[in-house]
């Protein structure tokens, strides 16, 4: 009798602890599990943003690779192509983009929605938006595509109009470079230069009140900023 009882407390011993280890076993497991599946979703959401993207309005378009890595580019018909690598990474609902050899340094705020990429302009930096592109895409034949229009698109003059974007830029760099306040650069209004129409464009208020002058990435200031009236 005693003896049976022994085997019964060593069994009860025994399956009591086969059920600990395999509950253990199966907690860290689903855990395991759990924390992977986390994982998976946060690298997936961050990989939304990979592939390429052509704003044809603006000649540029931006490639993003799975590693971080990128380039964008754009076409300039009276200066030199913008051809820079670039770093980005997921920060909370948006993405943060670097360019690694560029005159801007600053960080550019890039949003995507869909298909749609937006990059919110800063200090130095215009607002663009992009499509993306579905099958293959070379920046290089896109400039080259780019220039191409430019130049079959040219009828009064052998080079081709800098695009708003471009003088838009031109103007934020002198604005930011001569300590000027850039903050509303993004919400003028980019009108035809009338003194001289096939180079510049005119940067203008909601009132009509003309902020400065911008030929071929030359910045003529007008007294409203502060009475600045030299070119750079």
């Not at 993207?53 to 076409?75: P, Q």
């Amino acid at each position: 009798m005693r003896f049976s009882k022994a085997i019964l407390v060593a069994t009860s011993i025994i399956a009591i602890g086969l059920c600990t280890s395999g509950c253990s076993s199966s907690s860290t497991s689903s855990n395991s599990s759990k924390s992977s599946a986390q994982v998976s979703s946060a690298k997936k959401e961050e990989s939304h943003i990979v592939g390429s993207y052509r704003d044809d309005a603006d000649g540029a378009a931006i490639t993003l690779n799975s590693d971080g890595t990128g380039t964008y580019v754009m076409a300039n018909p009276t200066q030199a192509d913008i051809h820079d690598q670039l770093t980005w990474k997921k920060e909370k609902n948006n993405y943060i983009i670097n360019l690694n050899d560029s005159n801007y340094d600053t960080p550019i705020d890039a949003r995507l929605n869909e298909d749609n990429l937006s990059l919110v302009g800063n200090d130095e930096w215009p607002n663009q938006s992009f499509k993306r592109v579905h099958g293959d895409f070379d920046v290089d034949n896109f400039l080259k595509e780019q220039h191409a229009k430019n130049n079959s698109s040219t009828t009064k003059d052998t080079h081709s109009k800098e695009s708003s974007t471009h003088a838009r830029a031109a103007l934020k760099k002198w604005a930011s470079d001569h300590h000027k306040d850039t903050s509303k650069i993004d919400n003028l209004k980019a009108t035809t230069d009338l003194s001289e129409p096939d180079e510049g464009w005119a940067f203008v208020d909601d009132n009509g009140t003309e902020y400065a002058i911008v030929r071929n990435g030359k910045v003529y200031p007008r007294p409203v900023i502060d009475g600045d009236t030299s070119s750079n």
